[in-house]
């Protein structure tokens, strides 16, 4: 039987205290196949790299400034800065508070829904028995039937090699975007939602015209439609008109139970995060020469955290030649390499992880213009 606290233990204690040869391979090949023991290894990473940031009242002044010293200091500037140096920070840290801490105590937003979808709602528990459902992170539609009338033909949207995808977006707005092959044309349908405080609707609708040999979109009125409550399901009929190259094209979706569950668009340390102006990897920022960029992108994502950043992932992979695709993740993505960073609209940090089966772009190289980091 897997001796998964085995693993676990030494995941979250490398690489500060490393495993043997033989065992840090083991490790790795474990890793690689144990989602949980891979995310809470990092997690525990990632509560003594919080830690290091607290500001607790204590007699011993010595200790305490040289936790600081080592959260702020100046080895992330010249190099030498490894992740080492955090867990060694949490270890003073706990031992300067007196505290045991459990696996999350320090994470910051766990990376799931904001607003939870009630599967004892009847409506929600209606998707399962639906003919047509439609699922992804945030998006949940289940329906008896859907007719696009567009070009003379009517398209039915049944075929099993459907491409479901959402765009997470943020609290307030997100996407559901479906495509497939129909008629012997490509076919999508789209939908764009918004919130506020108190509801959510469909804000924008999109359907392919079916014209040949380019389909393109047919217009809609611009929401809101089908207002409803936050936390609930719609549940009714959706019939809505437009109009493509070729004259009117009419959407129906009988039967339509639509749940949604938007996210952040971001993850930040408990009690806010570093709103930036400017990316701390840019010549003369903060963490320029940190090396951090060169770690594996949950080592990177625990680095992040432990220095108070808001923080998004993109996964990145190649589509086809100069094409390709990016996923918004809210935790770093458990392989890959970083390739690049960016500011978001909301101030946080924005990395880019590829996808290493089929990458769009290199790995980010460690600057020339700083100092060779210390081996180690």
């Given at each position: 039987m897997t001796d998964h606290r085995h693993w676990l233990e030494l995941a979250a204690l490398r690489p500060t205290f490393s495993p043997s040869p033989a065992e840090a391979t083991d490790l790795d090949a474990h890793l690689a196949t144990c989602e949980a023991c891979s995310r809470e290894g990092a997690a525990l990473r990632a509560d003594l790299a919080h830690v290091a940031r607290l500001e607790v009242p204590a007699p011993t002044e010595d200790l305490r400034a040289r936790i600081r010293a080592a959260a702020i200091a100046g080895d992330v500037g010249s190099g030498s800065w490894n992740l080492a140096t955090i867990a060694v920070i949490g270890l003073l840290a706990a031992a300067l508070v007196g505290a045991t801490l459990g696996v999350g105590a320090f994470l910051s937003r766990p990376d799931e829904p904001l607003t939870q979808l009630d599967a004892n709602d009847p409506a929600v528990a209606a998707i399962e028995g639906k003919r047509i459902r439609w699922e992804t992170e945030v998006?949940?539609?289940?329906?008896?039937?859907?007719?696009?009338?567009?070009?003379?033909?009517?398209?039915?949207?049944?075929?099993p090699n459907m491409?479901?995808?959402?765009?997470?977006?943020?609290?307030?707005?997100?996407?559901?975007?479906?495509?497939?092959?129909?008629?012997?044309?490509?076919?999508?349908?789209?939908?764009?939602?918004?919130?506020?405080?108190?509801?959510?609707?469909?804000?924008?609708?999109?359907v392919y015209d079916n014209v040949r040999p380019n389909p393109d979109w047919a217009s809609f009125p611009r929401g809101p439609h089908f207002r409803t409550p936050l936390g609930q399901p719609f549940s009714g009929d959706i019939d809505m008109a437009g109009r493509g190259r070729a004259g009117p094209v009419r959407l129906r979706i009988d039967g339509a139970v639509l749940a949604v569950a938007p996210q952040p668009s971001f993850v930040e340390p408990p009690g806010g995060g570093i709103v930036l102006d400017s990316d701390p990897f840019l010549p003369g920022g903060p963490l320029r020469c940190s090396g951090i960029l060169q770690l594996s992108p949950r080592e990177a994502e625990a680095a992040l955290q432990a220095f108070g950043y808001r923080l998004s992932w993109?996964?990145?992979?190649?589509?086809?030649?100069n094409m390709g695709y990016s996923e918004k993740r809210l935790k770093a993505p458990p392989v890959?390499?970083?390739?690049?960073?960016?500011?978001?609209?909301?101030?946080?940090?924005?990395?880019?992880?590829?996808?290493?089966?089929?990458?769009?772009?290199?790995?980010?190289?460690?600057?020339?213009?700083c100092p060779p980091p210390s081996p180690g």
């Open positions: 998006v949940r539609l289940g329906a008896d039937s859907v007719t696009i009338d567009a070009n003379g033909k009517s398209l039915h949207a049944e075929t491409k479901i995808h959402s765009d997470p977006g943020s609290l307030t707005s997100w996407s559901l975007e479906v495509t497939w092959l129909e008629e012997n044309l490509e076919q999508r349908l789209n939908f764009y939602f918004n919130a506020d405080r108190t509801s959510w609707w469909i804000e924008g609708v999109q993109r996964f990145v992979y190649s589509t086809g030649p890959g390499f970083i390739s690049e960073t960016a500011i978001g609209s909301d101030g946080e940090l924005v990395v880019f992880v590829e996808d290493p089966a089929r990458p769009m772009g290199p790995a980010a190289p460690f600057p020339a213009d």
